[in-house]
């Protein structure tokens, strides 16, 4: 059995899924779905850049979707039930793709949601006032522990994604992981900042998740295909009644990346698959089980692996 992951912010670059579009006609079909969507012609952005421009939030978040389920659909299209898909996932973004994957919410709604997604989580906090970091080489308990005595009142600092073993993201406001920064490197740990517009998935960001919250009410979501595995809760479920809960919390809460991971092999996957573009994920599950079988479609091997009944395109790259 497969486990099928979708990859979030970070993972764009020019030219994605544009070999793909130019050799399958599904392909094309759900860029053009995309620009309809959106009313402005998201394609263009992806296959041509500028990198500036695409790696905005507000472009972010739908052209990594779009090429998401281009790969998917042409997988689909190709495999059918050979794709052996058993479950699915998606790190932050991600979800919305693994949902649309799994047939529960529809893709020009998930297109339109993660637009005003971007916008909502950019808007949260003034751009300069937050920040997010990357810790290495400290022991989630202890982490949890140095982020409240970092945090002061209005001032903040928290878990933001539990990526791998040894490897949490934090977020917060800037005075507060800078304080953590300290402590975190006092103990001997290291810290990576990263370069965002903000400190998603952490508290400060809960007006994103309201305002969010309030679009979600007009969205219709299905029982998954097959159970999905959230970020918040690390749980694998097919209930559709608690999508638009889980979607408006993920804004504000930590992605428990690491051990949706450890749910998904729980469950009974053998193998994992990034779809989308890049291997970010393939990545960090190397980090759970370095001998667990994990490929991307975003290379030749992967692809030429998954789809045995097709001849991969002649560039060798299929996005």
């Not at 969507?37 to 790696?55: C, R, Y």
């Not at 689909?76 to 919305?96: M, R, T, W």
């Not at 020009?108 to 949260?124: D, H, I, N, S």
């Not at 809760?233 to 809460?253: C, F, M, R, S, W």
């Amino acid at each position: 059995m497969r486990a099928y992951v979708f990859p979030g912010q970070g993972s764009q670059y020019v030219g994605m899924g544009k070999a793909l579009a130019e050799k399958y006609p599904i392909a094309k079909k759900t860029y053009d779905e995309a620009d309809e969507a959106l009313g402005f012609k998201l394609s263009d952005l992806i296959f041509s850049g500028p990198i500036e421009t695409l790696t905005e939030t507000t472009n972010n978040q739908p052209a990594i979707l779009t090429t998401s389920i281009a790969f998917w659909r042409v997988l689909e299209e190709l495999k059918g039930p050979a794709l052996d898909c058993g479950i699915v996932g998606g790190h932050s973004l991600g979800e919305y793709s693994a949902l649309v994957a799994a047939g529960a919410l529809d893709f020009a709604a998930a297109v339109k949601l993660v637009r005003k997604r971007g916008a909502y989580m950019t808007e949260a906090v003034p751009l300069g006032k937050g920040t997010m970091a990357a810790i290495m080489g400290v022991e989630a308990p202890a982490l949890e522990a140095m982020c409240a005595t970092a945090t002061l009142a209005g001032d903040v600092v928290e878990p933001a994604g539990y990526n791998a073993p040894g490897q949490i993201v934090v977020a917060g406001h800037v005075a507060a992981v800078g304080r953590l920064g300290a402590a975190v490197e006092a103990a001997g740990g290291k810290v990576f900042p990263l370069t965002v517009s903000g400190p998603f998935h952490s508290s400060p960001l809960k007006p994103a998740g309201d305002r969010l919250a309030e679009d979600l009410k007009a969205v219709t979501f299905r029982a998954p295909k097959v159970p999905y595995v959230p970020n918040v809760t690390a749980v694998p479920t097919q209930d559709a009644g608690a999508i638009a809960k889980n979607l408006t919390e993920q804004v504000y809460k930590a992605v428990r990346w690491e051990p949706s991971m450890r749910a998904m092999l729980a469950a009974g996957a053998t193998e994992l698959v990034e779809v989308g573009p890049g291997r970010v994920l393939v990545g960090l599950i190397k980090k759970v089980d370095r001998k667990f079988p994990a490929s991307t479609v975003d290379d030749e091997k992967g692809w030429a692996a998954l789809t045995t009944t097709a001849t991969p395109s002649q560039d060798g790259r299929p996005g």
